[in-house]
């Protein structure tokens, strides 16, 4: 199967600095990557929709100066937590779908965000 | 607007066994539906797709029904062991744009040796 690679896994950063995290997608192109943001016992939250060459889709509720998306190239795109704060610690995970019939996602290993 | 529902949060069952999941959805007619397997600290991980003209799927010990009509889908795990405790979601693709998938909260399935 398809392979999505994110890092870091797991980032621990100070309150008021920025993170990034990247998503890349192994060994085939992704015109569309989803980034979801998910708490303990919850389920996965959609963020935004990440276009390559375009601007990011943002769900209703979340910032988009706050957190940052790229999509800068066909197999890259980058979510930056911007002047993170402690109420921004979660996980984060991407996600890409291979292009055709075939719908199923494939996701990255997920990152743990702690901001102290 | 589309609501999925995954009626246990948590499934404790005996080794060898056979696990039972319910994923119930509403204001909605998804043309498929999805189960993903998720480790903790982990990206969840696709298992199997069940379309809307398929009253059933298998896959190895896995089987997914789907009934349109009680807007319902079923996950078993037969002969469970213990490797295959994790939390389980179903997943439906948006009503609004098919490439994005909503959800549900879970399952998780601990298999007891």
């Known amino acids: 199967g398809a392979v999505v690679s994110q890092h870091p896994s797991r980032v621990i950063c100070k309150s008021g600095t920025s993170v990034k995290i990247e998503c890349r997608s192994l060994?085939?192109?992704?015109?569309?990557m989803f980034w979801y943001r998910q708490f303990p016992k919850k389920s996965l939250m959609l963020m935004a929709t990440s276009n390559e060459g375009s601007k990011a889709t943002y769900e209703q509720g979340v910032e988009k100066d706050k957190f940052l998306i790229n999509h800068a190239s066909l197999t890259l795109s980058t979510l930056t937590v911007t002047s993170a704060h402690p109420e921004d610690s979660s996980f984060y995970i991407c996600?890409?779908?291979?292009?055709?019939?075939?719908?199923?996602?494939?996701f990255g290993q997920g990152t743990r965000l702690t901001v102290v | 607007s589309q609501k999925i529902e995954q009626n246990s949060e948590a499934l404790n069952i005996q080794e060898g066994k056979t696990a039972t999941l319910t994923c119930n959805y509403t204001?909605?007619?998804?043309?498929?539906l999805q189960w993903y397997r998720q480790d903790p600290g982990r990206g969840p991980v696709f298992l199997l797709l069940i379309r809307e003209n398929e009253k059933e799927k298998r896959k190895e010990r896995l089987k997914v029904t789907f009934d349109t009509t009680l807007k319902q889908s079923l996950f078993h795990i037969t002969a469970s062991q213990p490797a295959d405790s994790a939390t389980y979601l179903c997943?439906?693709?948006?009503?609004?744009?098919?490439?994005?998938?909503?959800f549900g909260s879970g399952t998780q399935l601990t298999v007891l040796p």
């Open positions: 060994d085939f192109q992704a015109t569309t």
């Open positions: 204001n909605y007619s998804p043309a498929y």
């Open positions: 996600s890409a779908i291979l292009q055709g019939s075939r719908t199923e996602a494939f």
């Open positions: 997943a439906l693709p948006h009503s609004g744009s098919a490439r994005q998938l909503t």
